[in-house]
């Protein structure tokens, strides 16, 4: 099982009254399963991904990633994990801008040393790339930032790939495209996805569902592929 | 609509207070070191000013000799007696307990008397003449009254006196200097009867609407001060300029919105100056108030410098002038404008439509860097045109000028290129990530780092000059006091008996005898000197004819200190306006005026009257002369001087000489400091969104705290490798061109590395300092500030 999350709770003291974003969610997946997490905006979805990839820290419950309970690691385990087990996709790419799409491909493998040039190379061919390699993100276009987004989280191998609206920035075309190649190159890395969608279209295509309402699982279930 | 769209425009600020702090701050202080040197200038001016008021004389013509000398009583009584209507001064100086006087002594009878009556304003002698015919009735400032004690004068208290003079009757004045035949120069009369024979020929009549002498020697040397207060000033400016550029390219979109909104473009312009001129009065304000504190601060050691090298009293009270804070407000205005002008012009050709561009710094900066590139070339091309083929102090400071804002134009390109060299050096990810971070962070940081250039290439470039000139005086004063005790006695009589008492008991007696001449208009003094080893061996001669000394041994012709012989562009084998041949050129250091030596004869032929009371003693044992002297003629204080105390007391003139530069290189530094550290700070809030990927894929905030501090230190490394070579141009240009026009010498050129590693070292500080407070921040920032950087709700 690479993530059991039991009785999960996250509270923000923000004002007078704390308030609380996620409450008891539970849930797990395994080896390369792909799951989509639904709701409404301001539903916990995005607070859950963090939560799972150590950005942030839980207020109660479980956390584990690949065995390691990681609620109460300190500071540097978590960033240790987010460089060897996790990959992290964000709706707005956040690629860095001051690398070539090489660079930024090869950035988080290598971090974690495990860079694969030839598993690079060919994730930046799968999914398009091989012409930009040697451009900066600004040079290309919103769909192929996201693809460079994709091939960063996968050039590393990561165990979870945690993917924030990943397509919610593109036209649906577009769209359509890069999820499938980010589904197909992490069946063949052999990772598995928690993916924050609004998009219905886009969570058919995971094998399990998760919809979340204010801080709660609402409702869960396996989902059927989109033709 | 105005309202709000000052409002819109001013909520920038409010969003971005490190940013007005940037502005507010580098304007100020930009404005506080020019207002200061400025201050301190118009202070200098004013009492020379009052001095030369000692004598108001400037209406009226001035009857000289030609070859300097002085007149005696009879050529007057002379020229009275051909008709014209001439009245005779005395001028010259007395140091007496620490006091250094400018005494002048007037002939109330022959004096026009619209000069005496301004002379005697407010004294006692307005009511009559009769104060200053009393016997031995002296006019003088109360703070000067000391110098006097001893003298048998009647001293009359005048407050409104000029520090550092004193007015009596020629009689009185001639008495006090020894002097009783002299005449200094007779002041000529507007009205002149008829048919007059003319001058003698070896007489000269000169105008009296020239600056006075001191006004004239120590106008170098303010320019100099002015120099140090426009770099300064620059570097402040540098700041402004990225401040206001800046905000232009955050505020993109702002404008547009108002522009579509329907301001005129016009409108938008007018409050974006309204603002800018705000902004202006405050910093320019408060660069006023630090600009007084820092002339105050700087002011006595200035006024000891002036003294030191030109004889020139200031008085240590600073005043608010208008000259200075007014000309200090019109700077922040004008530097503002400047700093601005870029973007208005910018905004008057913003197309409507034109897009708030998310990496603005980067965009601003590509902008800015082509025509900084072009404007560097072209000001080398002029540095080069001004070396080559410009002449004097001007040519000097232009030279300076261009060399230095377009290295400082050129930093950001060269920057661009090492770290892009370091990048393609590095291994693996996280080091090839900092050197291209690092290359991405140059647009925001470039303006504080080209102030970092020109605070540290002036650091280096005026210590190389103090080092150099340090190193070379000491050389110089071994040469120039090689005797072993010097000797000042009150009487030529009392001398006389001291002298043949020590050359029987086997000490060598050098007398030190000198007279006051003008050469070329401007003071100068001439010495007489025996013929004597301790010359010949250690004179620090320049240049010279085949047996120098020799020649001057047997009268035929002068040695003339090197500022002399530079300003008059004079060397061996020519001839002196006094008409002897020049033998030599020596060194002369610490001292601006002219000297002229000649031989002990032939200085007692030209001036039988003057008989020596100071001497040079050679001596084995100079301790036990020094205890003979004392025990037997009771000498005491500065009568008697060992050579030890006199190169202690040249060495601390020399260090206070170059104190005021030094502090203006301290507060150009730490303007530079502060610029690192506004524009980091400024920075912060925008890096966010840079560095929260590099966190997410596994760094820690402390782990990019450090990196961040580490790109700190690595930019001021690399700028401070740049200042090293300009740095060296500037001291070879303060040393060859400048100081020869300021001073009259010119001075060999030595390296001090273990110098430019302390300040390499110190800058280092600096910059670790500037960048911690930023780099606490950013390991202090909370996750969820980092998270909102991949926040869908944002």
């Known amino acids: 099982m690479v993530l059991n999350i039991q009785h999960l709770s996250k509270r923000y003291d923000t004002g007078a009254e704390p308030v609380e974003v996620l409450t008891d969610v539970s849930f797990e997946l395994d080896g390369t399963e792909t799951l989509a997490l639904e709701g409404e905006s301001g539903s916990g979805k995005s607070t859950l991904l963090h939560l799972v990839g150590g950005l942030d820290r839980a207020s109660g419950g479980l956390i584990e990633v690949d065995g390691i309970d990681i609620t109460s690691l300190p500071d540097g385990r978590t960033a240790q994990l987010r460089r060897d087990t996790v990959g992290l996709i964000f709706q707005q790419f956040n690629l860095i801008p001051s690398l070539t799409v090489q660079s930024n491909i090869a950035f988080h493998a290598r971090l974690a040393g495990r860079h694969d040039p030839d598993w690079a190379q060919y994730l930046a061919t799968r999914i398009g790339l091989q012409d930009h390699l040697q451009k900066y993100p600004e040079a290309i276009s919103g769909g192929q930032q996201q693809r460079v987004a994709i091939a960063r989280a996968l050039a590393a191998r990561p165990k979870l790939l945690l993917a924030d609206e990943p397509t919610g920035n593109l036209d649906e075309a577009t769209a359509d495209t890069v999820l499938g190649l980010m589904l197909e190159s992490a069946a063949e890395a052999g990772t598995a996805i928690l993916m924050v969608t609004h998009s219905p279209r886009q969570a058919a295509r995971m094998q399990r569902r998760l919809t979340l309402s204010r801080g709660r699982v609402q409702r869960a279930g396996v989902a059927v592929a989109a033709s | ?794």
């Open chain 2, 1 to 794: 609509m105005t309202r709000l769209g000052l409002i819109a425009l001013l909520s920038h600020w409010r969003r971005n207070p490190w940013q007005l702090l940037t502005l507010i701050a580098g304007l100020a202080l930009a404005t506080a070191l020019w207002c200061g040197v400025q201050a301190i200038n118009a202070e200098a001016r004013a009492s020379y000013d009052k001095a030369a008021d000692v004598l108001a004389s400037g209406a009226f013509n001035a009857m000289r000799k030609a070859d300097g000398s002085a007149f005696s009583t009879q050529d007057y009584v002379a020229l009275r007696r051909m008709g014209w209507q001439v009245s005779p001064v005395i001028e010259g100086t007395i140091e007496r307990n620490d006091h250094v006087v400018q005494l002048v002594g007037i002939e109330p009878m022959t004096l026009p008397q619209s000069l005496l009556e301004r002379e005697t304003a407010g004294t006692e002698a307005a009511r009559g003449n009769g104060t200053l015919l009393q016997a031995r009735a002296l006019f003088v400032h109360p703070d000067d009254a000391a110098a006097f004690t001893e003298e048998n004068v009647t001293l009359h208290l005048n407050a409104q006196r000029p520090v550092g003079t004193a007015l009596g009757d020629i009689a009185t004045v001639q008495g006090l200097l020894r002097k009783p035949d002299e005449i200094t120069r007779l002041i000529v009369d507007t009205v002149q009867p008829m048919g007059l024979p003319p001058i003698p020929e070896t007489y000269r009549i000169e105008s009296g609407a020239g600056q006075t002498d001191v006004a004239r020697l120590t106008r170098s040397f303010h320019l100099n001060l002015t120099a140090f207060g426009l770099l300064s000033f620059a570097v402040g400016i540098f700041i402004v300029y990225g401040a206001v550029g800046l905000a232009f390219e955050q505020r993109r979109g702002v404008f547009r919105t108002l522009r579509a909104l329907g301001m005129p473009v016009r409108r938008l312009m007018v409050l974006l100056a309204l603002e800018l001129g705000v902004f202006s009065l405050i910093a320019g304000g408060l660069g006023v108030a630090l600009g007084y504190l820092i002339a105050a601060a700087l002011l006595p050691d200035v006024a000891a410098t002036l003294r030191g090298l030109y004889g020139a009293e200031i008085t240590g009270q600073l005043q608010l002038r208008p000259a200075w804070w007014l000309s200090g407000l019109g700077m922040a205005f004008a530097g503002t404008g400047i700093a601005a002008a870029a973007a208005l012009i910018k905004l008057a050709r913003l197309p409507l439509l034109s897009f708030n561009h998310p990496r603005a710094m980067s965009m601003h900066a590509l902008a800015s860097g082509r025509w900084m590139a072009a404007v560097a070339c072209l000001l080398f091309v002029s540095g080069f045109a001004f070396a080559l083929w410009g002449e004097g102090l001007f040519a000097g400071f232009a030279l300076l000028a261009c060399l230095l804002v377009g290295a400082a134009f050129c930093l950001p390109a060269l920057l661009a290129l090492a770290l892009q060299a370091a990048g393609r050096i590095s291994r693996g990810a996280l080091a090839e990530w900092f050197w291209a971070d690092s290359r991405q962070q140059l647009p925001g940081l470039s303006m504080a780092l080209m102030a970092l250039l020109l605070a540290m290439a002036a650091n280096i470039g005026v210590s190389t000059m103090v080092s150099s000139f340090r190193l070379t005086f000491t050389g110089y004063l071994d040469q120039r006091l090689s005797s072993e005790l010097y000797l000042r006695l009150d009487t030529a009589d009392q001398a006389e008996i001291v002298t043949s008492d020590l050359v029987t008991r086997g000490v060598t007696v050098l007398p030190i005898i000198s007279e006051e001449i003008r050469i070329a208009g401007l003071p100068a003094e001439i010495y007489g000197v025996r013929d004597h080893a301790t010359y010949r061996e250690n004179w620090p001669i320049l240049a010279a004819v085949p047996d120098v000394w020799d020649q001057l041994a047997a009268d035929r012709g002068a040695l003339i200190n090197e500022q002399l012989a530079r300003r008059n562009d004079l060397g061996p084998g020519d001839a002196l306006p006094t008409g002897d041949p020049v033998l030599g050129v020596y060194s002369d250091y610490g001292n601006a005026a002219g000297q002229v030596v000649i031989s002990e004869a032939e200085f007692a032929r030209r001036y039988p009257q003057k008989r020596a009371v100071r001497f040079g003693l050679r001596a084995d044992d100079p301790e036990a002369v020094a205890q003979y002297l004392r025990a037997t003629y009771g000498l005491q204080g500065d009568a008697l001087i060992d050579q030890a105390q006199l190169k202690a007391f040249s060495l601390s003139v020399f260090e206070r000489t170059f104190s005021v530069t030094a502090a203006l290189n301290l507060l150009t530094l730490s303007v530079a400091g502060l610029a690192i550290l506004i524009s980091l700070l400024t920075l912060a809030t925008l890096r966010l969104p840079q560095l929260a990927p590099v966190w997410a894929l596994g760094l820690t905030r402390r782990h990019l705290a450090l990196l961040e501090l580490l790109r700190a230190l690595c930019l001021a490394a690399i700028t401070g490798l740049f200042a090293v070579p300009l740095g060296l141009m500037l001291a070879w240009v303060l040393l060859a061109v400048v100081n020869v026009e300021a001073f009259g010498w010119r001075l060999p050129m030595f390296l001090f590395p273990a110098e430019y590693l302390q300040l390499g070292i110190l800058t280092l500080c600096a910059a670790l300092l500037a960048a911690l407070w930023p780099a606490i921040r950013l390991a202090r920032t909370p996750p969820d500030r980092l998270l909102r950087v991949f926040s869908n709700e944002r």
